[in-house]
């Protein structure tokens, strides 16, 4: 991601570890955020080929040769793009970022129930080109696709999870580093719960360094992380793509390269521990919804996931968010 990159979760472009092999990355939807996904994996070496599929068949050609263009420049990789879901066969990754596009006075529910619909046609024959790939769920809401698309797929649970969190804890991270002045590489904290507004910081196990951040009381007496430091700190992780969006539409540089982590840790097999959306079991009493917390991530997809410590009011607040999920979800007749 680019706000946080992190020496336990994030690590530096350019990897070359699993490449030995052919590695295939296919992007389903070359918009904004599929086309900078397609961007930010080549540059960072993720895989050998890109493939990129949409029903605007000029544009996804279009992408595929703009991104072509600059192979030269970057870790050797093949881009190809088509309207044809043949393109996907035998991925190693499938990355959805197709959805509907959310309308004025739309609501949450009504844009979940939309992008399903699109979901529920295109996942089945995807999953049929492309059996053994690991699904990365990239669309809003995120939490509640995610969910819905395991039941629409039938997929293992481990083999399609969710983006979740791992964009808003890199904002997270990045706002907590702005305000203490340190190096945000030296942050270590984690968004849980809803990628919306029902999410919460684990302030309880975030560490700066190795100074657990509760016990952080700034440097020459200045970044202090008090209490209302932290609220205001909360507000700005949830309120930050709601002023991108406001300003330029959309927000795609940050959530590129938040995903094009999550398909190197798979790729690689890397076993990075990333704030990934999947279907909880039993996780601190949490069954059979889909929201983000610390989880293991490599070839085989999500695996476990971390019992973090949390407070008793950061766990009120993890179940008053999955119950939220779960409501929506039933609604939606899930």
């Not at 050998?48 to 870790?75: C, S, W």
């Not at 969910?147 to 399609?160: E, H, N, R, T, V």
């Not at 938040?258 to 840790?265: L, T, Y």
Request: glycine content about 8%; charged content about 20%.
């Amino acid at each position: 991601m680019s706000e946080n990159v992190d020496s336990d979760e994030l690590g530096l472009p350019g990897t070359t570890a699993g490449l030995h092999r052919r590695t295939k990355l296919a992007i389903v939807g070359a918009g904004a955020v599929g086309s900078t996904i397609a961007y930010a994996a080549l540059m960072r070496g993720a895989a050998r080929t890109v493939a990129l599929y949409d029903i605007n068949t000029a544009k996804v050609e279009a992408e595929a040769l703009d991104l072509g263009h600059g192979v030269q420049f970057m870790p050797m990789a093949e881009v190809v793009g088509s309207d044809d879901m043949a393109v996907c066969a035998d991925a190693d990754v499938v990355v959805i970022t197709a959805g509907a596009k959310q309308k004025p006075g739309q609501t949450r529910i009504d844009l979940a129930e939309a992008t399903i619909s699109l979901i529920s046609t295109m996942l089945p024959p995807l999953v049929e080109v492309a059996p053994h790939a690991v699904y990365l769920m990239v669309t809003n809401p995120v939490d509640i696709v995610t969910y819905a698309a395991l039941k629409i797929s039938g997929l293992p649970p481990a083999q399609l999870f969710g983006s979740g969190t791992v964009l808003d804890s890199s904002r997270l991270r990045y706002l907590i580093a702005q305000h203490t002045g340190v190096a945000v590489q030296n942050v270590h904290a984690y968004v849980a719960g809803e990628h919306g507004d029902t999410e919460l910081p684990l302030w309880s196990s975030a560490t700066i360094g190795a100074v657990p951040l509760l016990d952080w009381h700034g440097i020459r007496g200045r970044g202090q992380l008090t209490a209302e430091a932290r609220d205001q700190i909360a507000h700005e992780v949830v309120e930050s793509a709601y002023r991108i969006i406001a300003g330029k539409g959309a927000t795609n540089y940050a959530v590129a390269l938040a995903s094009s982590r999550i398909i190197e840790a798979v790729i690689n097999d890397e076993q990075r521990i990333l704030p990934i959306s999947s279907l909880l079991d039993s996780y601190y009493g949490i069954s059979d919804v889909c929201l983000s917390v610390p989880t293991l991530v490599g070839r085989d997809g999500a695996g476990e996931r971390l019992q973090v410590p949390m407070s008793a009011e950061e766990l009120a607040g993890l179940r008053r968010s999955a119950e939220s999920l779960t409501a929506v979800a039933r609604r939606l007749g899930f």
